[in-house]
T-cell receptor, first 112, second 114 residues
Framework: ETGVTQSPTHLIKTRGQQVTLRCSSQ?????VSWYQQALGQGPQFIFQYYREEENGRGNFPPRFSGLQFPNYSSELNVNALELDDSALYLC???????????FGPGTRLTVL | AQSVTQPDIHITVSEGASLELRCNYSYGATPYLFWYVQSPGQGLQLLLK??????LVQGIKGFEAEFKRSQSSFNLRKPSVHWSDAAEYFCAVDQANRDDKIIFGKGTRLHILP
């Protein structure tokens, strides 16, 4: 039990739609990172937020965006969904930078 | 480009046998190194981490890993596996000063024979 929760657990969308995934971190965790894990692959870093500002971004297009809120929750938004966006989306939180990350159970997104 | 390589996609061992999972990384400086385990449909659980100091690190569930700078390796070991160890294992490198942060390997699926 990491104290990091994600919602929803599963989600089905159609191509072109928009989706918002949510993550709730432990109190005091001011850093949150989001990852995309395609089937049979390792997680790929999407972006990181530190104190509500973006602090690094992986090789993902701008239609992937995020927000971090003062109450230690965060969102991942994906616009114009594509079939290849189907994956497990993981959030991970920690305090400060360069510390052990605590992962949530993930949201399984299926794009039809 | 920075990378993490786990050369074994699948490994099968008998219960009670020893285990070694390989991980090689490409990075200019000494990175922060991690091993995570993922059970089906679950998130990632940290097994152990290396930041600095003693190159042999102990983790949870009886796992250990050894950092070898000369070989750019961080292999995971366990002297005697249990059926509950069957899962996917990921090696990861945290490149704190880079925008793309943490890089994961593609994983090694561990199968346990009774």
């Amino acid at each position: 039990e990491t104290g990091v929760t994600q919602s929803p657990t599963h989600l089905i969308k159609t191509r072109g739609q928009q989706v918002t995934l949510r993550c709730s971190s432990q109190s005091g965790h001011n850093t949150v990172s989001w990852y995309q894990q395609a089937l049979g692959q390792g997680p790929q870093f999407i972006f990181q937020y530190y104190r509500e500002e973006e602090n690094g971004r992986g090789n993902f297009p701008p239609r992937f965006s995020g927000l971090q809120f003062p109450n230690y929750s965060s969102e991942l938004n994906v616009n114009a969904l594509e079939l290849d966006d189907s994956a497990l989306y993981l959030c991970a939180s920690t305090w400060g930078l360069n510390n052990e990350q605590f992962f949530g159970p993930g949201t399984r997104l299926t794009v039809l | 480009a920075q990378s993490v390589t786990q050369p074994d996609i699948h490994i099968t061992v008998s219960e009670g046998a020893s285990l070694e999972l390989r991980c090689n990384y490409s990075y200019g400086a000494t990175p922060y190194l991690f091993w995570y385990v993922q059970s089906p449909g679950q998130g990632l659980q940290l097994l152990l981490k290396y930041f600095s100091g003693d190159t042999l690190v102990q983790g949870i569930k009886g796992f250990e890993a050894e950092f070898k700078r000369s070989q750019s390796s961080f292999n995971l070991r366990k002297p005697s596996v249990h059926w509950s160890d069957a899962a996917e294992y990921f090696c990861a490198v945290d490149q704190a000063n880079r925008d793309d942060k943490i890089i994961f390997g593609k994983g090694t699926r561990l199968h346990i024979l009774p």
